[in-house]
């Protein structure tokens, strides 16, 4: 048995490939594809080796083996949120806090939230409007960051709440996003700084809602009110910086990565002419309906293959509890493992195809066999699968629908790039920029 997998070619003393890796994460994985042929490998980031697996097969390793965990892999959350918070702390307490958010997820709330997604496009839509007239143009990172973030206030707390998040409030989530970084929390980086400033105004604009609720309850209960009032079920009280701390993952995680997600399903079908066809006659047979989505079958596999092109987090981390092995090697408690879906993707054979976008490739009953969607990492897998992964499908699908049927839209920066660099999430590049017509006014 091999003692440990080799570590990748160019570490430098101190540093080892962080600088690389802080440039272009997805490059250095690369290299490493190259170089060891797809067996697993270490880089080194600071002081910290970790173990990188990328074939299918050792990613369903990654995303199953118990004894690979949140716990101590990611210490930017940590400083983010709180110490030990959600699935960087003790399995029973994750599975507690786990289980508070739950309900906000089942069919029949997302079902709820669908009017919610309806209205506040079609508000988006009539102030574009209203500021531009019938013909402007709009950043897709500018607009739909506060687009999203307003309907995850509207649907996941009220619409109170949301009238309360004005672009002062967007501004700050994104500061504090910055705070995810492999920088060590001691390195006194304006990133960490902003990032911490910015975590400190959140919750404490939180906590303030949370008393509120706890002081004063609503007749009608919005979910802060209801987080509020909850009780664990060994009937011990949640306690507020747990409930500040959910609040902000909800909002946080729903934003940014459904608008990058967004960003990117809407310029990937502007670049296909072809496709954009078809997915604007199926928004307006299925727009209307009481279940729209559900009638939307090819823009769910437009859905996939943005996903496929494009996963918005460039690496998932883990650290192992216990001794596991991965292959033949050895991994011992304490060591650091990551993988990164979309080197993965292009590692399974149905999705790497040359010929690029290609949504029909789920639609064939050929594909269908294959399960191919079953391959896709975009929303990770296994014991920390994407929990908002059922409002995405509904919101992305929704919202394009909604802007193809009133608008005509042309990119006019050119075909995006991902925003360089180890970011959290990887949006498109600003500008990124999309020319608008309003559909009705056109035909006439
Ligand atoms: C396109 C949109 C989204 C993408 C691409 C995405 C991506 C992901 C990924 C990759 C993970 C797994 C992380 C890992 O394995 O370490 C994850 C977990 C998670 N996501 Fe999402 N997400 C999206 C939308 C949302 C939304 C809308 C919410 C909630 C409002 C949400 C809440 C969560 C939560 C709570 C987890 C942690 C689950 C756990 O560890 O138990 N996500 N997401």
């Not at 040359?354 to 391959?375: C, F, I, V």
């Amino acid at each position: 048995m091999a003692l440990t997998p080799p570590l990748l070619t160019g570490a430098r003393p101190l540093v080892g490939h962080a600088v690389e890796f802080g440039r272009d994460p997805e490059s250095l994985l690369e290299r490493g594809l190259t170089e060891h042929g797809g067996e697993p490998f270490q880089v080194k980031i600071f002081r910290r080796k970790w173990v990188v697996v990328l074939t299918p097969e050792d990613t369903r390793k990654f995303f199953r083996d118990k004894a690979l965990s949140h716990r101590g892999a990611m210490p930017f959350f940590e400083r983010m949120f709180m110490p030990e918070f959600f699935s960087m702390g003790p399995e029973d307490q994750y599975r507690r806090q786990r289980k508070l958010i739950e309900p906000l997820f089942n069919h029949a709330a997302v079902q709820t939230y669908l009017p919610t997604i309806e209205a506040e496009t079609s508000a988006f839509i009539a102030n574009l409007i209203e500021t531009q007239g019938s013909e402007g143009e709009f950043d897709v990172n500018e607009t739909f960051g506060p687009l999203i973030l307003r309907i995850a206030a509207v649907a996941f707390m009220s619409p109170a709440v949301a009238d309360d998040m004005d672009l002062d409030f967007f501004r700050k989530f994104r500061a504090f996003s910055e705070g995810m970084t492999f920088t060590p929390g001691w390195v006194p980086s304006a990133r960490n700084r902003r990032s911490r400033r910015a975590g400190r105004e959140l919750k404490a604009a939180l906590r303030a809602m949370i008393r509120d609720r706890r002081e004063n309850p609503r007749p009608e209960p919005d979910f802060i009110q209801t987080l509020a009032s909850r009780r664990y079920d060994n009937d011990t009280v949640v306690e507020e910086t747990v409930i500040e701390c959910l609040l902000l993952v909800l909002a946080w995680a729903a934003h940014e990565t459904t608008s990058a997600m967004l960003a990117w399903m809407l310029t990937d079908l502007l670049q296909h002419p072809d496709l954009l066809v078809r997915a604007r006659s199926e928004a307006e047979q299925a727009l209307g309906h009481p279940d729209p989505v559900a009638r939307m079958p090819f823009l769910a596999a437009c859905l996939n293959e943005t996903e496929n092109w494009h996963p918005i987090s460039p690496v998932l981390l883990r650290k192992a509890d216990a001794d596991t092995t991965i292959r033949d090697y050895p991994i011992a408690a304490g060591t650091m493992v990551m993988t990164a879906p979309s080197m993965t993707h292009r590692l399974v054979e149905g999705l790497n195809d040359p010929d690029g976008y290609r949504p029909d490739r789920y639609l064939s009953e050929e594909a269908k066999a294959q399960r191919l969607t079953m391959n896709l990492q975009g929303f990770g897998a296994g014991t920390h699968r994407c929990l908002g992964k059922p409002v995405a499908q509904q919101e992305i699908p929704l919202i394009i629908a909604i802007l193809l049927r009133e608008l005509e839209m042309t990119l006019t920066t050119g075909a995006p790039r991902p925003v360089s660099g180890a970011t959290g999430s990887k949006w498109p590049a600003s500008p990124c920029r999309i020319a608008y017509r309003v559909r009705s006014q056109s035909a006439g």
